[in-house]
């Protein structure tokens, strides 16, 4: 599985942005997909994740009510949309996919992830 993460950029805080994650390689319908971010100096943190049909969703505190996590399954997308957007969410913004078989879905561990991209920018200025 390949994935192409796009849509960072320099914003002043308040604003917004759309991050876009394209898969390729696998049924994306069969993975279950996330978004990660790692500031410097600091561990990967999830974000959000989206279910294989994208019936269901999680979202890190930090995050809730400002980010959407949405997914396209006949373009094969995941998209994060980021509004209201802080300083403190300056960070590189990762998009993962996990290959987890079964009905019932859950919020993956960041270890259950099997596949990343290659991480987009995204600078807010205060």
């Known amino acids: 599985v390949q994935l192409q993460a796009s849509g960072g950029g320099l914003v002043q805080a308040g604003g917004s942005l759309r991050l876009s994650c394209a898969a390729s390689g696998r049924t994306f319908s069969d993975l279950v997909m996330g978004w990660f971010r790692q500031a410097p100096g600091k561990e990967r943190d999830f974000v959000a994740t989206i279910s294989w049909s994208g019936g269901s969703t999680a979202y890190a505190d930090s995050v809730k009510g400002r980010f959407t996590i949405s997914r396209d399954n006949a373009k094969n997308t995941v998209y994060l949309q980021m509004n209201s957007l802080k300083p403190e969410d300056t960070a590189v913004y990762y998009c993962?996919?996990?290959?987890?078989?079964?009905?019932?879905?859950?919020?993956?561990?960041?270890?259950?992830?099997?596949?990343w991209g290659q991480g987009t920018q995204v600078t807010v200025s205060s």
């Open positions: 993962a996919a996990a290959l987890i078989v079964g009905s019932r879905w859950y919020k993956p561990p960041i270890n259950e992830y099997d596949y």
